[in-house]
Nanobody, 125 residues
């Protein structure tokens, strides 16, 4: 069974940091881009960041650039999202996702096929 399992979320104060992890099991995603999305209450799921299959290309979102950093460890089949200088508006459920097609990457929901269950990040002011 293929699974993506996120961890590392929690309740923090504004200005704090968190590192989210997404561990994949059941198959390897070494040829696939991995992405992070988030969904705040009452809002649509939005793109956060993505990393290519090789790790050589990263897509970011302007509002999070410089604060959020995506990385991957192929040996561990794990992708990370380091989040620094967190703001209350970063409060959301964060989801990791695996690309739908090998050697491709994108920013759309449809560019991803396998999704984790999400991890809650709450930032208090």
């Amino acid at each position: 069974q293929v699974q993506l399992v996120e961890s590392g979320g929690g309740l923090v104060q504004a200005g704090d940091s968190l590192r989210l992890s997404c561990a994949a099991s059941g198959r390897t995603f070494s040829s696939y881009a991995m992405g992070w999305f988030r969904q705040a209450p009452g809002k649509e799921r939005e793109f956060v960041s993505a990393i290519s299959w090789s790790g050589g290309t990263i897509y970011s979102t302007d509002s999070m650039k410089g604060r959020f950093t995506i990385s991957r460890d192929k040996a561990k089949n794990t992708v990370y999202l380091q989040m620094n200088s967190l703001k209350p508006e970063d409060t959301a459920v964060y989801y990791c996702a695996a690309g739908a097609r090998a050697f491709n990457m994108g920013r759309r929901l449809s560019d991803y096929e396998q999704w984790g269950q999400g991890t809650q990040v709450t930032v208090s002011s």
